[in-house]
């Protein structure tokens, strides 16, 4: 019997110390990699704020997440965690989210008592604090052509905020397409036609006699 027994231990102990039975502790990664995804839902909002104002990748790829209606812009309110991460990436000056930040050129912020375009539009104010990087990709938007008139105002905006009114005309007209997928010749005559909207809203009063 006490053979038995200790037999039993023996193999007990055994077991015990296979690596194969032995089970890791789980353990979650501190900055998974898409922590906004199905995946990772057991995620708190508050958790997604703070992760998009400390990683310039993941508050691109946040807002790359979002599909903005360029022609519909009153349906296009941002959640409190893209307002965020668009100051966050203006703040630090990221180059690499011109592109998001003009496709989300006029996102709202959701808010009926904000005025100003910097405030309605926070996309706007953190390309004015990227500064000229962001006048090439803004460019190609316009030269694209999926946006209405609401969104080449506010794009003009911009561009005489980072260039100042007695440089915009020179930028556009000096502009090159290279994006492949944009028409050069309709391309071309899309920014002609964003220079008359700047010479319509910007251009000094004629003087009355």
């Keep these: ?30 900055k998974p990699a898409k922590l906004w995804s199905e995946d990772n839902a057991e995620f708190r909002a508050a958790e997604l704020i703070v992760m998009v104002q400390q990683d310039e990748a993941e508050a691109i790829r946040y807002l790359e997440t979002f599909r903005v209606k360029p022609k519909q812009p009153e349906q296009n309110f941002m959640p409190e965690g893209a307002t965020k991460a668009i100051a966050f990436l203006g703040a630090i000056r990221s180059v690499k989210a011109a592109s998001v930040l003009c496709d989300h050129l006029i996102w709202q912020r959701q808010h009926d008592s904000v005025v100003g375009p910097r405030l309605r539009y926070p996309a706007s104010a953190a390309l004015v604090q ?44 000096n502009f090159k397409i290279t994006d492949d997928d944009v028409d050069k010749i309709e391309g071309r005559k899309r920014l002609e036609s964003f ?9 000094p009063p004629s003087k009355q006699l």
Excluded: N
């Excluded at 030269?143 to 980072?162: E, F, N």
């Design 195 to 203: 220079k008359r909207d700047f010479k319509t809203l910007y251009a």
């Design 130 to 173: 990227i500064g000229t990087p962001a006048v090439p990709r803004l460019l190609t938007q316009i030269a694209r052509g999926d946006v209405d008139i609401k969104y080449r105002q506010v794009a003009l905006g911009v561009l005489v905020d980072i260039l100042g009114k007695d440089s915009v005309q020179i930028a556009i007209d």
């Design 1 to 30: 019997m006490k053979a038995t027994i200790a037999l039993g231990v023996c193999l007990l102990v055994v077991v015990s110390r296979d690596p194969a039975r032995t089970q890791a502790p789980i353990s979650l990664p501190e």
